[in-house]
Antibody, heavy 123, light 107 residues
Framework: QVQLEESGPGLVKPSQTLSLTCTAS??????????WTWIRQHPGRGLEWIGN???????DYNPSLKGRVTISVDTPKNQFSLNLTSVTAADTAVYYC???????????????WGQGTPVTVSS | DIQMTQSPSSLSASVGDRVTITCRAS??????LNWYQQKPGKAPELLVY???RLEIGVPSRFSGSGSGTDFTLTISSLQREDFATFYC?????????FGPGTKVEMK
């Protein structure tokens, strides 16, 4: 049973880079059929998909983040990471990592999720 | 981007009630539709995937239906532990998008 846990600073200054890591336990991130995903939730609001990466390194991102985002994977550590540059207050959110299961046609879904880590952008 | 809408945005119901939540996509997404439940302070949890497939461990009072642009999540008999916010999510194309959520509150 894979479990995911986010880690990283809870406070980031404007214009700096937000960096988070997700550590997977109970299963290898190199197993095929899974994409490793970041999702965020602004305070009191809905969910926004940030992007995902395959263990071999291919990543896809939400165009709304306009080239500020990079997701990377560290297979020996069984971790994947999020870097978001030039942050503003609009990037204040709870950040979740999740596993995207690439199932049969039409059955891609996010499961499980980490518990989430709140990040505030403020000077 | 595919826009997802949900209705209602919130509802009040009692234990034992039948509850139906609707999700609509801005274009056809076949059956590429998932439902999640989120309780306060917790991460979302998968309930239904592929529009109608119940995730292992999810009670059978939950069911999903629909295809194309219109989908529903039904709770046949609301239980106390079901009060939460429910989100739909399309996995048809990047960027994956979520609905704004439906909050189910106790009447």
């Amino acid at each position: 049973q894979v479990q995911l846990e986010e880690s990283g600073p809870g406070l980031v200054k404007p214009s700096q880079t937000l960096s988070l890591t997700c550590t997977a336990s109970g299963g290898s991130i190199t197993r095929g059929g899974y994409y490793w995903t970041w999702i965020r939730q602004h305070p009191g609001r809905g969910l926004e998909w940030i992007g995902n990466i395959y263990h071999s390194g291919g990543a896809d991102y939400n165009p709304s983040l306009k080239g500020r985002v990079t997701i990377s994977v560290d297979t020996p550590k069984n971790q994947f990471s999020l870097n978001l540059t030039s942050v503003t207050a609009a990037d204040t959110a709870v950040y979740y990592c999740a596993r995207r299961i690439a199932g049969a046609v039409g059955e891609d879904r996010f499961d499980p999720w980490g518990q989430g880590t709140p990040v505030t952008v403020s000077s | 981007d595919i826009q997802m809408t949900q209705s209602p945005s919130s509802l009040s119901a009692s234990v034992g009630d039948r509850v139906t939540i609707t999700c609509r996509a801005s274009q056809s997404i076949s059956k590429y539709l998932n439902w999640y439940q989120q309780k306060p302070g917790k991460a979302p949890e998968l309930l239904v995937y592929g529009a109608s497939r119940l995730e292992i461990g999810v009670p059978s009072r939950f069911s999903g239906s629909g295809s194309g642009t219109d989908f529903t999540l039904t709770i046949s008999s609301l239980q106390r532990e079901d009060f939460a916010t429910f989100y739909c999510q399309q996995s048809y194309s990047y960027p994956f998008t979520f609905g704004p959520g439906t909050k189910v509150e106790m009447k």
